[in-house]
């Protein structure tokens, strides 16, 4: 299949899809952190209509989701964000390709409301080989949501990824998809 990820600098999903055999390629406005030649820089609105069979999308989710609602209340420049974070995923969502799962947290009722839905389902890094939790959710279309994979004791859990000390490259830390998440979409979808 020709396979899109769209807003991916790290390259796991897309190395994940060519480790089985597909025409995977990432796209973010980001350089790839692999210099992989698979990897087109720039917007990934403007190559939605290259004949893609599946699209990955790991949008921003910023002014989606539950952790940030409150700053909705306290900061009313919130709301435009809001709304162009949701015209941006929606675009996604509703692209011209046959199969499409776009990815973000839980979000607020502000985002579902503009979105039109809730996720079809969740899933946790701790289902698919990775010690960590992070609740990450899917909006599908014409793909079957998956189950997991190798679930880990919940005893070696940790929630490390939101207990990150502030660095320059915390919010990189904390959104790069875990390769075992990537597995399961590869095993599952491609
Ligand atoms: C939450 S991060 C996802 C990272 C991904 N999980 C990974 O492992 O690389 C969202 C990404 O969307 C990218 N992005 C924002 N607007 C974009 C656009 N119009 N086209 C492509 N990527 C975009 C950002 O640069 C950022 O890397």
Not at 3 to 17: D, K, M, N, P, T
Not at 60 to 80: K, Q
Not at 135 to 148: D, E, N, Q, R, V
Not at 161 to 180: A, H, M, N, V
Request: glycine fraction near 6%; aromatic fraction near 10%.
């Amino acid at each position: 299949m020709k396979v899109l990820i769209a807003c991916e600098y790290s390259g796991r999903v897309r190395e994940a899809f060519r480790a089985k055999g597909h025409d995977a390629w990432s796209c973010d406005i980001l350089d790839s952190d692999d210099n992989s030649k698979y990897h087109i820089k720039g917007s990934a609105l403007d190559i939605l209509d290259d004949n893609w069979d599946l699209m990955i999308a790991h949008p921003p989710c910023t002014y989606l989701t539950n952790s940030g609602v409150r700053w909705l209340h306290e900061r009313p420049e919130r709301w435009a964000q809001l709304d162009d974070g949701a015209e941006f995923f929606s675009k996604l969502l509703n692209a011209d390709i046959p199969k499409i799962a776009v990815e973000n947290p839980i979000m607020h009722k502000y985002a579902v409301e503009r979105i039109g839905r809730k996720h079809d389902f969740c899933l946790q890094p701790y289902e698919h080989g990775e010690p960590h939790s992070k609740k990450t959710c899917f909006w599908l279309k014409g793909l079957s949501k998956f189950g997991p994979t190798n679930i880990i004791d919940r005893s070696q859990v940790s929630q490390s990824c939101w207990k990150l000390p502030p660095s320059k490259d915390r919010w990189k830390l904390r959104s790069t998809t875990y390769l075992g998440v990537a597995k399961a979409m590869a095993e599952a979808w491609g």
